[in-house]
């Protein structure tokens, strides 16, 4: 069965996902370490519905894409295999991790390098990571214009609709009144 994700997504933003994938155990009674002879297909769409990404992986793997477009990505994961899932009393678990725009650094590089050098790497990781909340907000200042623009729209076709009922109802309410008054002339109750 397929599981799919929706990540609201900048343009041009690099997102990392990692997973593994665990099988049931009827025997154990628990989820076993790794899914041997298990697989992922990672599909990834645009808000466009174009296909971005789609390839298939092991039991334990990352991913990984750049967005081109701004909005709503699809994430779908779906098993390679259905015979190990029905057999496995249909149940397997997937941790997955999704990261957004951030590279995080590797501790073990850090530690390496001497102070000066790991100094600049942390400045450039702040520099990148400045990048990139700038983007965020000028992705979410796009998306508040086009909301404004849509409830602007909707205000002032709600204000026509008020009128055009109000008209419709007065000139209801004044034939009423001629229907009326021509009703009580003809049967000479005037």
Known sequence: KEKCIIEDIPSDTLVIGNYKVQRWDIHKQDFLESAPG???F???TTPSAEVLLSKLYGPQGTFSFTSYLSGEHVICLQSNSTRF???AGSKLRIHLDIRVGEHFLDESIVQAKDKVNEVNFRLEHLIEQMHHI?????YEREREEKFRKTSEETNRNILWW???QTLILISIGIWQIKSLRDFFISKKLV
Do not use: R, Y
């Open 162 to 164: 008020a009128i055009v």
């Open 38 to 40: 298990l697989g992922m």
């Open 42 to 44: 990672v599909t990834v």
């Open 134 to 138: 700038s983007k965020e907000q000028n």
């Open 85 to 87: 899932v029905a057999f």
